[in-house]
């Protein structure tokens, strides 16, 4: 692990010993003796104002500074969240754009050189630069509800750096990471099209330069895509109520929530779409990993395809047939509670109860002017809800994150790097987690995962235990 950060001393790693939230009064403690200026002003404040305020943050922010500690003691839940969403977001794309294209020691480690992302002696150095700007955004960014949001949307809806030759393209990453920041506070159907479309996913998930079935060389479409933005973005394996519990059959059995004829057909929409200015169809490493992805019609299906028992007619266009295929993805009674669920896991509770799940699923389902889908409202949902305060019937415990728990003492400490960039390398080697660097498209954790119990079993879900030796 780099040693450019230090805190007071104290080396960083220290935190990976720390496993869960501290608890608020001792936080509180130690954020107000961070700095005496603040320290003086909070005296007065009480102890249940500072715990609170110090909770929120846990649950909206990368952790409370001193600063951010004293801000939200003087102000409601509601009025908090309220400035955080009006705040304009802090973009990742330019910032590693630029580092990418100047010398800089601090990432690259050459001096005097400039940063090519094609050289073959520093194949990684846009991917050192979008790691550098994601935790200098992490650290100072004064967004930082929309940051974290960003953050959760991420684990859902996985883009990895450990896939080639995405660890080239770190500034593509970048790009990707901004679609998530520019609809946090958005709609989830139009984050839906920005995702599919998007060239860091299209080559994640092989959607990009898939074509068309040719029966004469024996080859089919693709439908890794098909598969993962239906069980992992939007609807799931199994059909579910509104409080995120699974349907059973007569029998007792689950039941599914498509079928492998829907996974055929949607992989047959997902033809033809390959990267701007991409030299040859299909390949991956030229065209542009900023702009999204365009139509290559001869490489796309348009004969009839049924999905979900919908008729999607011959000879439709491309992006009308891929618009109405996420349609009816979006509009799947699935897909409220199967989302919400995971953003309270990412944001406040590990385990969250059927009745919290049902009543942020309603807001996603209708805002209370009609919008299904809005994320801003889903977002504060989730965060103003009892539950989120810690009720007694159902309190907001989660295991943090590894990173989670980085980057929240870096804040507590106001910790700023010797060198000019924030980067440090290894993340992912030194806590098992990093940003955008899962091992698979199911996030750092198995969903459902149940220390020591069977699946079946009615205990606790953590799932952030399960990477946990």
Same mark, same amino acid.
């Given at each position: 692990m780099s040693k450019s950060l230090f805190v007071n001393g104290i080396s960083c790693a220290l935190l990976a010993y720390l496993n869960l939230t501290p608890a608020f009064a001792s936080t509180s403690t130690a954020l107000t003796q961070a700095n005496s200026n603040t320290a003086q002003l909070a005296m007065n404040v009480p102890p249940s104002v500072t715990n609170a305020a110090a909770q929120l943050l846990y649950q909206g922010s990368f952790g409370p500074t001193p600063e951010t500690l004293?801000?939200?003691?003087?102000?409601? #839940?509601q009025e908090w969240v309220n400035t955080q969403m009006k705040l304009p977001p802090s973009w990742h794309y330019p910032l590693t754009a630029q580092y990418c294209g100047v010398s800089n020691t601090a990432i690259v480690n050459t001096p005097n050189k400039a940063v090519d992302n094609t050289k073959k002696d520093n194949p990684r150095a846009c991917l050192r630069a979008q790691e550098s700007v994601w935790l200098e955004h992490a650290l100072t960014a004064k967004d930082q509800l929309r940051q974290r949001v960003a953050f959760a949307l991420s684990q859902i809806l996985v883009v990895s750096s450990e896939e080639p030759p995405l660890p080239r393209y770190g500034d593509g990453l970048a790009w990707y990471y901004d679609i998530l920041l520019k609809h946090s506070f958005g709609n989830y159907r139009d984050l839906l099209q920005d995702v599919t479309l998007s060239p860091a996913m299209g080559v994640y998930l092989s959607m990009q330069g898939n074509r068309k079935t040719n029966l004469k060389k024996n080859t089919f479409p693709d439908e890794n895509y098909a598969r993962e933005v239906m069980q992992l973005f939007s609807i799931g394996l199994y059909q579910l109520?509104?409080?995120?519990?699974?349907i059973l059959d007569t029998q007792?059995?689950?039941?599914?929530?498509?079928?492998?004829?829907?996974?055929?057909?949607?992989?047959?929409?997902?033809?033809?779409?390959?990267? @701007?200015? $991409?030299? *040859?169809?299909?390949?991956? #490493?030229?065209? *542009?990993?900023?702009?999204?992805?365009a139509l290559?019609?001869?490489?796309h299906d348009y004969?009839?395809?049924?999905?979900?028992?919908?008729?999607i007619a011959a000879g439709m266009k491309a992006d009308k047939e891929l618009s109405l295929s996420l349609d009816l993805l979006f509009n799947h009674p699935n897909v409220g509670p199967f989302i919400s669920r995971q953003l309270i896991q990412r944001l406040v509770s590990s385990n969250p109860s059927p009745e919290y799940i049902k009543r942020v699923?309603?807001?996603?389902?209708? +805002?209370?002017?009609?919008? #299904?889908?809005?994320?801003?409202?889903?977002?504060?949902?989730?965060?103003?809800?009892?539950d989120a305060q810690g009720s007694t019937t159902s309190p907001a415990f989660k295991l943090k994150e590894p990173l989670l728990n980085?980057?929240?003492?870096?804040?507590?400490?106001?910790?700023?790097?010797?060198?000019?960039?924030?980067?440090?390398?290894?993340? $992912?080697?030194?806590?098992?987690?990093?940003?955008?660097?899962?091992?698979? @498209?199911i996030n750092?954790?198995?969903?459902?995962?149940?220390?020591?119990?069977?699946?079946?079993? +009615?205990? $606790?879900?953590?799932?952030e235990n399960s990477g946990v030796d």
């Open positions: 004293f801000s939200a003691q003087q102000v409601t #839940r109520d509104m409080s995120g519990q699974a007792g059995h689950k039941i599914p929530s498509y079928q492998q004829a829907d996974v055929e057909n949607l992989a047959r929409v997902f033809t033809g779409w390959d990267l @701007v200015e $991409n030299k *040859r169809y299909g390949h991956s #490493r030229s065209g *542009r990993y900023d702009k999204f992805m290559t019609p001869k490489q004969t009839a395809k049924t999905l979900f028992d919908q008729p699923a309603t807001v996603f389902n209708d +805002n209370g002017d009609g919008e #299904r889908g809005d994320l801003g409202a889903v977002v504060q949902a989730i965060l103003l809800d009892d980085y980057i929240g003492f870096l804040r507590a400490f106001s910790a700023t790097p010797k060198t000019e960039h924030y980067h440090l390398r290894q993340l $992912n080697g030194t806590f098992g987690q990093g940003p955008m660097s899962e091992d698979s @498209v750092f954790y198995q969903p459902d995962f149940k220390p020591n119990v069977a699946p079946d079993d +009615n205990s $606790n879900y953590l799932v």
